[in-house]
């Protein structure tokens, strides 16, 4: 049996070489790979298919070409991502598969400058009316029939409740994973859990699976330890880069429980099982998310959600790691800050850019926060 | 009621827009509802149920030309809202917050004492739609969660692919049929469709009526100043389901005519250049953008912008497809390739000469494809264009110097090309 350190290693490998993950992918598959802009797409859709889909969601280069095309004041991971498409990093995708739920993004998806077809569509925002799940549906259709001629794969319905399958496995493995993480920090700091999302986005869903419940057997196997530092939820889009994640791990802060969009509210909501169609139910999975600044809610139960992470999970503190430029995040802000406060929830914002390469102010913040607790 | 023949339609323009605001401030003292809206949201279905309705966006635009939005964004700011989020909205939320202070304490706060902007009451509940951005979706749930009062939400899905689809009108059409079913909720009592169809018969005379205005820019040289659609555009979206609107844009549309026949031109025989302005305005700074264009005998005779407002269906289709249509197909919340062709008939109808982008700081949707818009465009006619950094109403992000600059390089790059053709 391999033990934790050798199986997150192989994680942060992954997670690092996403370019070797879809070369071997075509070498043993023979199929390429598609890719799955953030921030939502029905993943299970491109897995039918039998090509891999891969997460497009920035990376910390240093931004150049991306100026001629985004003014300073988009978000950093559409910098980074456009950075990457004037790169040519993307042109090997047979498509890209584009979400539209923020006004950046509905800008991106009409200005791809790579080579792949970019196939988008809407999430409805009215999410709760069944017609809305209907328009869904239709565009899901859509998407459906332009996967296929791309790939020249029919997709059948046994091969897309397979993958609804596989994705509800990945999903709630990544879920055990998450509470697990939460008690063995010695063994699983914020650079690791993090690698452990991160590679999710490169590998074929089911050999994820296994390899997250590699993880888990490994990581039961080992004694419970008290922990000397403290816990923290985090809330966001990501928390990027490596650099600003090892400050938690320098600070001895654990991260117990996210919300971030690129972690854990990928895994929020799972296709239910039942008698509808699978489009029906892959559309209604959009139905249920809650807690998203992308998915409209007027009665704003974000703030709830997180006050009761912080309890559920014995959390010290719940940080805002604020995607700078992100406004829909920066709408959210003001009002779950207020609930926070109200509950006396200990919360402190950081401010997040996926390029950057020092993190002087961070640490500042951070550190107090830890002396503070 | 004060006797409306005779006035001008500036006259006119100013009463309504006066008239609106006391009716707000007056259902409200009278325990009528009031409604917040967002600016191209439907309001057919409220007005159809007599709610008083107050435009956040025209309010902000209005408290930035008076030059009174820095107070409101210090509130903004002070309540934890990012500089990043637009304007518009923060300035809203500064204000909603003074008046929620007010209501709270009985006291009023220093800072709406002495505002500039128009007294608008509290609203009992809120209708948004986000055919001009997703930011009216975040807002408005804000508001909804601050003042604790229902928020209709009229979503219309981004058009990635033209035409609309007819399975996004359907679903349009249906949301309308909730927003009525919330609305008799609300107002404990049944719609009234005869008076909903009636409202719909309104709204489209009045927007015969502003486009008959928009068109008045086709002649050359134009007896209509576009940057006034700038100011006439607070009725299209405060009042185009009453017949307010109606008659102040039959006014000027008139008298646009009437100086037409008679030769008398905007820019009095001036006009060297014809811009289309592609974006919001900058309101605390309009006056110095007006004239600085106007300096360089240019006139703008197109914008997509107040074109937003060219909301026109058939009132008589009940399944309400093409209201949905119409509320949907905004040029904004379509993909690049119909936004680049409706600005290019825009430019062909106002017989422009360039293009003047405004990147708004304010707004992403309407700045992030600015350069793609403006190659995709400069290859299709030729036309030269500058791009300009500012914003709608906080003063702060514009630079008088940078647009002088731009705007004077655009007038030589014009003056070389119309040069060159003749």
Known sequence: MRNVETILAQFKEIAANPRQAVADYRSETGKGAIGIMPIYAPEELVHATGYLPVGLWGGNQSINQARTYLPPFACSVMQQVMELECQGAFNDLAAVVFSVPCDTLKCMSQ??????????????????????????????????SRLEEITGVKISNAALENSIRVYNENRAALREFVRLAADYPQFVGAVSRHAVFKARQFMEKSRHTALVRELIGALTAQPLQPWSGKRVVVSGILLEPDGLLELFDELKLAIVDDDLAQESRQLRVDVQEGNEAPLYRLARVWQRMYGCSVATDTKKLRGKMLIEMAQKTGADAVIAAMMKFCDPEEWDYPIYFDELEKKGVRNLMIEVDQGATSFEQARTRLQSLAELL | MISTTGKSAKELLAYYQAKLDEEAREAKAQGKLVCWSASVAPPELCVAM?????????????????????????????????????SYGRV?????????????????????????????????????????????????????????????????????????PEYAKEYIADEFRHAISQLEVICGRPFDYNKFREVRHQTQRSIAQWNRIAAMSRYKPSPLNGFDL??????VVCARSRDYAEITFKKFADELE??????????????????????????????????TLKAQGTIMTGSAYPNMWDLSYDADDESLHSMAEAYTRTYINTCLENKVSTLL????????????YHLNRSCKLMSFLNVETAELIQEKNGLPYVSFDGDQTDPRNFAPAQYDTRVQTLSEMMEQSTGTES
């Not at chain 2, 008939?345 to 000469?353: P, V």
């Open chain 1, 111 to 144: 200005k791809w400058k790579g080579t792949s077809p970019v196939l988008v569509f809407t999430h409805p925002q009215n999410r709760g009316l069944e017609s809305a799940n209907r328009f869904l549906v239709e565009e899901y259709t859509r998407l459906q």
């Open chain 2, 50 to 86: 007599d709610i008083a309705m107050v435009y956040p966006e025209t309010h902000a635009a209005g408290i930035g030309a008076r030059k009174g939005a820095l107070d409101m964004l210090e509130v903004a700011d002070r309540h934890g809202y990012s500089v990043d989020c637009c």
């Open chain 2, 92 to 164: 809203n939320i500064g204000y909603m917050e003074l008046l929620k202070e007010e209501a709270l304490t009985g006291q009023t706060p220093e800072a709406l004492a002495k505002s500039p902007a128009a007294r608008i009451p509290l609203p009992d509940l809120i209708i948004t739609c986000n055919n001009i951005c997703n930011t009216l979706l975040k807002w408005y749930e804000n508001l909804a969660v601050e003042l604790n009062i229902p928020c209709i939400v009229i979503d219309v899905p981004f058009n990635h692919t033209m035409p609309v």
């Open chain 2, 230 to 235: 700038f100011n006439y555009m607070a009725l």
């Open chain 2, 258 to 291: 009437e100086k037409l026949k008679k030769g008398q031109f905007a820019f009095k025989g001036a006009e060297k250049n014809r811009i289309t302005w592609e974006g919001i305005a900058v309101w605390p700074y309009l006056g110095q953008t007006f004239k």
């Open chain 2, 345 to 356: 008939n825009i430019m062909e109808n106002g017989q422009c000469d360039g293009v003047v």
